[in-house]
DNA sequence: AATTAAACGAGACGGTACGTCTCGTCTTATT
DNA sequence: AATAAGACGAGACGTACCGTCTCGTTTAATT
């Protein structure tokens, strides 16, 4: 048996509105960061009356979560190297993640994308998927000697995890750090 | 050489007064979250002027971070259970954390602990410092042989990302997965 | 010369949306008076789309004005008494007129309908003309000894414009007032 | 018995915001009528917080109520001239209301007072008490011969009334009709 | 019968205004 | 001088309607 859609007249959402109110979103998240985002300044950037945002999303949480599955926010292909080091490459993309920036002079995007997810949790699990993606996971997996499962998911939790919370207690964090976390979920015995 | 304080006449801060203020921002924090929190309820909780919160204070997190220093907000004494077997203690312990809750039907707390945390740099250190306290690492350090310095550090924020980016994307954790992540940070092999 | 219309095929006027839209309208005025009514508010209760109203009608004063003149709003031939002495039959229809409200805990019928005189001008002529009508002129005529033409027009509309001045200060009227009323215009000199 | 206020410290109510607000009003009113008065506009050009206004008034119609009272709409020392002949005096004086604009293109300034009326009763008091001054009455007791009491307040309404009535129907009204008007409601006989 | 075109129900759109809430600052009287 | 109280300008919240503009369907008159 088929679920049929009910048949309706009537315009159709606007792909265009759509566009804009994500785009608006985008922008102003990467200039102000999450807490300064407004429904009414992501309507006023879109050319947009409230109620369509309202129509089609819930929250501004919402509209952020939309925004990071169409890779409006995140580079979800970010580029991973390969050094053949697999800890060093992921020591350095980690790096790469927690430095991130959305203007020169502006907040950590890490800790925004943050407040974010603490706030919507389509977001939260969103954000989670566009960060621990197949690449990551496949050069987590030979940091690992070939994890699979439970345990590969626990590592990848783990290091991602360690970033975050650097990130919210605002320390800094160097690539020699991060290759000390790597090792240490590794398993990598200390080095000499 | 001693600081003196310039003497000056009228009445000193009123120690009341910030104690109600902790309190009902505590009691508010554990109501509604770190959203939902406002100065103004703050003063009006605490029977006290909004100026006697700016006065002392510069955000609501400021305030939280004082909560969390003083233990208003989580008993930084919380039991870690002692069975002999670190890897279990520290499972428990995080499992509770995990779960940890302000009332019987209220948003997970440690999420909003993270909100609150994104939003304010000293409440992000406080609160790390408050969880990561000395037993915690005390116990972490024998479940890794001992290890101690960078390592440790870096072991104990894998163990806590890990629960906080679970929290974050609202996943159900159990004890075992609690466990596994226990493991792989201690570097335990797999069990058969 | 005449004038043809254009030749065009399709469907014409639905003279049940009409129907139902003036019922609506009129239902609506009842239930909450002119300044609660709503286009929207027309449309789903009529069961018709908003253009179908805008198609036809350019404003909610026309449609009230439109509702009037078919005699939705106002039973025009509401009984005007006759017990042979005009000015008491005319003091009672006033008093009548005055405390027309449209459900028992209405507010008075006769104040929303100045509101929709006071919005559209369409509406103001209708309304006077549907009170204004050949009955009443008579009796006033009658009470008047047989005044016509711009005395008794003059008449007849400071008798209703001073109805609805104490309508709009939300005085209360009995009916001895309206015979005092009726008396000074009709030039009765007072009673010993 | 006397009603004590509670004793309450804390700033007063700033006299400059309730004048900008009032004035604001008056303005706006005068140029666009009570319809297209808007609380965000009064409060746009009163340079004032919404809830400035909402803190005091509980709708425009109010605003409007205490502009009256305070004459900043309505001049009540309007010239009632003195020719002698009280029954011209008054046809004059009412022509004069009946054409008032506010600016030389707005709509009839009366029309716009009895919307006001008709949303607001305190409103609808107030108007009614500011045009039935005591200057009118006066001349009015003179017109009807020496009236007072009942007779001389029905006489006032049906004259105030009439014009309304005839303001509401868009109908014009030349000098000669008010004349006619004045002398219906005096019971002058008609002239040759 | 097939074509054509307008009226229909539905409802999305860009807007304006609503009335409420909170922000952070400022003012007052009290202690 | 610090406090409780709270008014102030500012502006975001989420909702209700505005009047316009599609949609897909239905209904007549014209081919």
């Keep these: 048996m088929s679920v049929m859609a009910l048949p309706r007249s009537g315009p159709?959402?606007?792909?265009a509105a759509r566009l804009a109110i994500l785009e608006a979103a985008a922008a102003l998240f990467a200039e102000g960061g999450y807490d300064h985002l407004t429904i009414e300044g992501v309507a006023r950037r879109a050319g947009v009356g409230k109620?369509?945002?309202?129509r089609w999303w819930s929250s501004k949480g919402d509209i952020i979560a939309e925004a990071i599955?169409?890779?409006?926010?995140?580079?979800?292909?970010r580029?991973?190297?390969d050094t053949g080091d697999a800890r060093a490459d992921l020591a350095a993309w980690l790096?790469?993640?927690f430095t991130l920036r959305a203007?020169?002079?502006?907040?950590?995007?890490?800790?925004?994308?943050?407040?974010?997810?603490?706030?919507?949790a389509e977001t939260g699990r969103r954000l989670r998927a566009a960060i621990l993606a197949a690449p990551l996971m496949e050069r987590l997996s030979q940091a690992l000697g070939g994890a699979t499962g439970p345990r590969l998911e626990a590592?990848?939790?783990?290091?991602?995890?360690?970033?975050?919370l650097r990130a919210l207690s605002r320390e800094d964090f160097d690539a020699d750090d991060m290759g000390t976390l790597v090792d240490v979920i590794a398993g990598v015995p200390p080095r000499a």
């Design 95 to 97: 790096s790469d993640l």
């Design 69 to 77: 599955l169409e890779g409006h926010l995140l580079d979800t292909r």
């Design 12 to 15: 159709v959402r606007s792909e």
């Design 103 to 120: 203007s020169p002079d502006g907040e950590g995007l890490l800790r925004s994308f943050v407040a974010a997810a603490a706030g919507s």
């Design 79 to 81: 580029h991973l190297p």
């Design 155 to 164: 590592a990848a939790e783990a290091l991602l995890g360690a970033v975050i």
């Design 51 to 54: 109620q369509t945002i309202y």
